[in-house]
Antibody
Framework: EVQLVESGGGLVQPGGSLRLSCAAS????????MSWVRQAPGKGLEWVSA????????YYADSVKGRFTISRDNSKNTLYLQMNSLRAEDTAVYYC??????????????WGQGTLVTVSS | EIVLTQSPGTLSLSLGERATLSCRAS???????LAWYQQKSGQAPRLLIY???SRATGIPDRFSGSGSGTDFTLTISRLEPEDFAVYYC??????FGGGTKVEIK
């Protein structure tokens, strides 16, 4: 059974940093591209970032480019999102999502339950 | 960047009625690389449809997807209580539409 479990969310001040983790199990982690998708309170889904199975290729939404860094540790079956220079508009539930293949141009077949990040003073 | 516009924003229907949700792309979506997701209140999204018309594992056959190019449709043939939720379309890989909320009339 595929499981994706996010952690690391919480309350942080504007300008601060936070690192999210997503522990994956039930599939060959290194064979699949992974992504972070967020949802601000009461709003729709926003794709944030993606990474290839090997970790060699990464992609970012313009809204987070230069501030967020996606990475993965295939030996630990874990996906990360390092978030720096956080702003109030980054407040959201952050979901870890698995692509259905090794390509970041595919659909998401599994999602985690999400972790809430609140940016506020 | 392809922009996906979903309509209507909210659909108010009764149990047993047919729901028709639209997703229009600003440019042609290649090879029907379009997916639909369902999100119930307080839950993570769930894959419903991929490849514009293929149902994901475990999805009931009352859900169907159709369309190509720039116009795509998600149809729920007869609404069940568990179908009241928000539905999102997505071009493979990244951008999502704004969502359609299906609510009980």
């Amino acid at each position: 059974e595929v499981q994706l479990v996010e952690s690391g969310g919480g309350l942080v001040q504007p300008g601060g940093s936070l690192r999210l983790s997503c522990a994956a199990s039930g599939f060959t982690f290194s064979s699949y591209a992974m992504s972070w998708v967020r949802q601000a309170p009461g709003k729709g889904l926003e794709w944030v970032s993606a990474i290839s199975g090997s970790g060699d290729s990464t992609y970012y939404a313009d809204s987070v480019k230069g501030r967020f860094t996606i990475s993965r540790d295939n030996s630990k079956n874990t996906l990360y999102l390092q978030m720096n220079s956080l702003r109030a508009e980054d407040t959201a539930v952050y979901y870890c999502a698995k692509y259905s293949s090794g390509w970041t141009s595919d659909f998401f077949d599994y999602w985690g339950q999400g972790t809430l990040v609140t940016v506020s003073s | 960047e392809i922009v996906l516009t979903q309509s209507p924003g909210t659909l108010s229907l009764s149990l047993g009625e047919r729901a028709t949700l639209s997703c229009r792309a600003s440019e042609s979506v290649s090879s029907s690389y379009l997916a639909w997701y369902q999100q119930k209140s307080g839950q993570a999204p769930r894959l419903l449809i991929y490849g514009a018309s293929s149902r994901a594992t475990g999805i009931p056959d009352r859900f169907s997807g159709s369309g190509s190019g720039t116009d795509f449709t998600l149809t729920i043939s007869r609404l069940e209580p568990e179908d009241f939720a928000v539905y999102y379309c997505q071009q493979y890989g990244s951008f999502f539409g704004g969502g359609t909320k299906v609510e009980i009339k």
